[in-house]
């Protein structure tokens, strides 16, 4: 066994690289939506038009159902539009008919004709719901299936990349894009999409019917669009930064009460229940402050866009009733084109809304892309190394690693670990333990040198074959919402019944479990709060004992149990590590005396290897470490 005699890098080196701070997302109550303007704000996108080509990729195998949308989109609109214009002629049949039945000069209303114009309108209201119908369940489906293959992109892209990527990446961050940025790409696509072509269709139509019944109402009708526009960019340039920095506050509010609430008890045990009351009405104040200053300009645009389109009511009834006069449109006419203008400035409306929709549909799509264009992980080797079997023969020869190549932090540590052996790995928190345990999985790849198990490099194995050689019992546990009899069995699927309750007994489980409420059928709940910590651990020696691996990784996990658990624990570890080559990260140093071989870790690297009783009589770090667990504290 060779030792590392040479000089040591200063300065704290970290067990895993660090980690870029992303911000979480914040969780906004109902408050936090921003009203009628909430559409104004929001990300956009470093590259639109990179990002909506890529997006508009994923529509390639729909372009028939995109095509067959679009025309029934257009359709559906047009067939509407008819609507006014029709029943124009039913009300000027009926002026008509009233005016000659008070003047006397003819035979009065034709009802014939009238029911005939109404039947059609109505036919053409139902042919445009039907054909709305149509589009909007063929775009939901095309929005849907574009959403399941982002996801089973994500899915399948999560899998193939490094965990390094997931060492600076906060958990929150990679959900967000999973599930919220993914969203919204599906509703943008499921209801903006149509909603352009109708608006657009309706705008286009709108505007040639107007201009078919009198060009005069139709320039006084369009005098009220630019004024209606600068309304609308005044009280946005004013309104935004209040909404942002609304949700700003409402994100902090919201921190604080969910920090006191989880903290409840010690707020409690310190006495800070007044502090907390005065830091939540700082907050609330600053949260009052912009929220009623947003709230009210967004609530005075509705009632200024009414006033303006009252005044632009009142034109258009002015000419319209000077060009009855003069006989040049009739009464069915005016009626027709004041329902146009009602409904010409909707669509604007709309198509204002939707580029805002589609700047944030831009900036989560591109997010998406982002992480499926991530770097992913070197390929496993086309022709990978299959063992028959698995002696447990370990060996680094000459191996250096930094999570930053410019920054080395293992340098030609060397050493080699015969099957069945008990190694331990010890050092100072933060020293490196785990990345010895992360080179061994090859969640990294070493930058020179080898890692051999039974000869082999472990890169010439697949990732997959390598990490079924290992079994991992990690102090931090992790069970899921489920059956203890499904936790159990989560390593080795195709385990009976009977393996399970051998496991479980192996691990000195199977006498708790059976005395749980439906014993190895009780479901863990979601945060596994139903069982002890101890018993956690228990399950997780059982899933190991379960898969049979050759060689295990085990993180010393009785530090916040109970004597009598710790012992049992310690008995499950001990049973499990019988045979198998071990390697045991050590918080404890005396429970580790007994280790065939122990590896110190200072800083990001081995400073010492050797037995026990060796280490202590050399009176180096070890001796050190060791010895400080008995010094007075004080």
Known sequence: MSENNKTFPKGNQNESPNKTKTPQPRRHGSFGRGGPMAMMKGEKARDFKG?????????????????????LSMVSTVFSIFGPKILGNATTVLFEGVMEQIT?????IDFNTIGRILLTALGLYVLSAILAFAQGWIMTGVSVDITYNLRKNI???????????????SHGEVLSRITNDVETVNQTLSQSLSQIITSVTTVVGILIMMISISWQMTLVA????????????????HSQK???????????VNGHIEEMFSGHVEVKAFNAEER?????????????????KSQF????????????????????VVMGGYLAIQRVISVGDIQAFIQYVRSFTQPITQLANISNVLQQTAAAAERVFEFLDEEEEIPDVENPIELESVKGSVEFRNVHFGYDPEKIIINDFSTKVEPGMRVAIVGPTGAGKTTLVKLLMRFYDVQKGQILIDGHDIRNFKRSQLRCMFGMVLQDTWLFNGTIMDNIRYGNGKATDEQVYAAASAAHADYFIRALPGGYNMVLNEETTNISAGQKQLLTIARAFLIDPAMLILDEATSSVDTHTELLI???????????????????????RDADWILVINEGDIVEQGKHEELLRNRGFYADLYNSQFAPVG
């Open 242 to 252: 209040y909404f942002r920095q609304q949700q700003d506050y409402l994100g902090n």
């Open 276 to 292: 907390s009351i005065q830091t939540f009405g700082g907050l609330n104040a600053k949260l009052y402050d912009t929220a009623w």
């Open 155 to 169: 899915a399948s892209k999560i899998n193939r990349m490094p965990l390094k990527y997931f060492d600076r990446t």
């Open 51 to 71: 990002t909506m080509k890529k997006l508009i990729a994923y529509l390639g195998p729909h372009k028939l159902a995109t095509l067959i949308v679009i025309v």
């Open 297 to 316: 300009l967004s609530g005075v645009m509705m009632p200024m866009m009414n006033f303006i389109g009252n005044l632009g009511y009142v034109g258009v």
């Open 222 to 237: 369009l005098l009220i669009i630019p004024l209606s526009l600068v309304l609308v960019q005044f009280i946005v340039k």
């Open 570 to 592: 310690q008995k499950a570890m001990n049973n499990l590590m019988k045979g198998r080559t071990s390697f045991v990260i050590a918080h404890r140093l005396s429970t580790i």
């Open 104 to 108: 006397g000069t003819g035979s009065g």
